[in-house]
């Protein structure tokens, strides 16, 4: 199973979703750009030649679908970069997400993956792993920007780029692609045959849970269908309204020097379906998203 040809034109992509505007408010806004910022840089998307049969398709379908070109248009419209950065599709051998101070690399091995996870739910399955890739890119940009800009972190920058991704896609209204994000995690701890303790990155299932209470606190009324035991626990999504705010806020505060306009992002991939099935069978169900009520608004690994 490979990413479906159906994502071939731009025109394809209109009548599977929306698109999207992000706006971040006044305080966003290009005329308050400090003139000091020096725009020299684009996001710019390249597709390695892969040797691997089984990647072939994928990678001509991640071509055709022009889905992460569009996003990087917008995305040379409206955040200002000191450099350059190739965002890189390519083979590796193993599935894996990386900044390395250059480029972001995406391997096809982690698409693939993606894409064998949703398999079982025949019925957004392709677009869940796109999900997933945007998921993957928009974490590996806030390394590229948190790098490139010296910007301020406190806590672990895995843990802050997590959060990162997660309000990017929120305040583009696509909670089901940080849903996707999330996914991945619950199926890597199931991978797991000892907790990584020593590793940067939080472990997997709580990275589920807080991207999780991300999109629930985003808009706890449109997600109130994820409280529950087989998905966010009542105890925990409590304070999921406060923490979203506050770390929005945060997120809105580090990129306002650095916007030229307000942040209008195409990351249209479908409308979400009713019920999606958790990798590794974490949980058999997802909750039904009340659609269109949701408010617009040098790192390793994923």
Known sequence: MTIPRTLATAATLATLGYISLLTLGNALRGSQVNAAIVDRGNVNIVYRPVEAEKLKPLRQDLQRSRLFETLAADLNKTISLPRNVNVEFLECGSADAYYDGRAIGICYELMQRYVDRFAPDST?????????????????????????????????????????????????????????????????????????????????MQRFYNVSCFVYGSDPKAWASLVGDDWLPQERAESCPADYRQKSNAWRTLLQPYLKQDLALSVSVSRPSAHTVLPQGQHQTRPTHAVGTHPKLKSSGR
């Open 124 to 204: 957004r399955s392709e677009d869940a792993a796109l999900h997933a890739g945007l998921f993957t890119l928009f974490h590996e940009l806030g390394h590229v920007l948190i790098d490139q800009w010296d910007l301020p972190v406190t806590g672990r920058e895995e843990d802050a780029v997590d959060e990162f991704a997660a309000i990017m896609l929120l305040e583009a209204d696509q909670g089901e692609a940080a849903l996707s994000g999330a996914r991945q995690f619950a199926a890597d701890a199931a991978d797991w045959k000892a907790l990584p303790f020593w590793d940067d990155h939080g472990l997997d």
